[in-house]
């Protein structure tokens, strides 16, 4: 029998990823910036909701978003249209996900500093975004009305690494068939620590909350 050569790659990929992310959580402790990387599925309403949240912070504080896309600026110039703020577009060259070192190479192109809050609006895919560290403090994900209450039995991975989901579109829960208790109950077995808001980026509604979240995360970042 031919002899089959193995080559364990894994564990070295990963552990790079993870070395070029503590490097860009420690830059951005050294600045007071609180980094969130954002993700969703395609259609969730990431762009209309986070536009909706910086428009209720940036009087407040120094907003930065980086829009991450296989193709087209429209997210990252949407963003800059509707709330002022500067924003970048990242193009991955077609993969599914952006890991450390593409974000980092990203924020050599964008000076961050004095950044109270920095965005990272991920590509939209409820998997490959999850297996890599981007480098930011905490993890939030959108799971739309629309999308149904059983994807955490779909796409755990998303849930059980998400430090905060928002469950939008919660006005058009009248038209679809979504339990708030389910979604609760199935986001928790995998993930007892995430914090869940429902919330609406078209109306506004629930946004306040997320607010006062963000507004934390930020305090507890320039304090350490």
């Avoid at 564990?11 to 993870?18: C, H, L, P, R």
């Avoid at 952006?98 to 609006?121: C, F, H, K, Q, V």
């Avoid at 208790?181 to 509604?205: C, D, H, M, Y």
Wanted: aromatic share 6%; charged share 25%.
């Amino acid at each position: 029998m031919s002899e089959v050569k193995v080559i364990e790659i894994g564990e070295s990929v990963f552990a790079e990823n993870e070395a070029a992310a503590a490097s860009i959580r420690e830059q951005m402790k050294k600045q007071g910036t609180f980094f969130v990387n954002v993700m969703s599925g395609p259609g969730s309403g990431k762009t209309t909701t986070l536009s909706a949240i910086i428009n209720r912070m940036k009087d407040k504080y120094k907003i930065g978003e980086m829009d991450v896309d296989i193709e087209t600026s429209i997210d990252a110039q949407r963003v800059a249209d509707a709330t002022g703020v500067e924003s970048i577009q990242i193009h991955n060259m077609g993969l599914c996900h952006i890991d450390a070192d593409m974000t980092s190479r990203a924020l050599s192109e964008y000076d961050t500093t004095g950044l109270d809050l920095l965005i990272l609006e991920n590509i939209g895919n409820l998997v490959c975004p999850a297996e890599f560290d981007v480098g930011a403090n905490k993890n939030l994900m959108l799971l739309s009305v629309p999308e149904g209450d059983d994807k955490p039995l779909k796409y755990p991975l998303m849930f059980e690494v998400s430090d905060v989901v928002l469950i939008n579109k919660i006005d058009t829960l009248d038209y679809f068939d979504f339990s708030k208790e389910k979604v609760t109950e199935r986001i928790l077995k995998l993930n007892p620590n995430a914090k869940i808001f429902f919330v609406s980026g078209k109306t506004g509604e629930g946004l306040d909350a997320v607010v006062d979240w963000l507004e934390s995360e930020i305090a507890a970042v320039k304090q350490a």
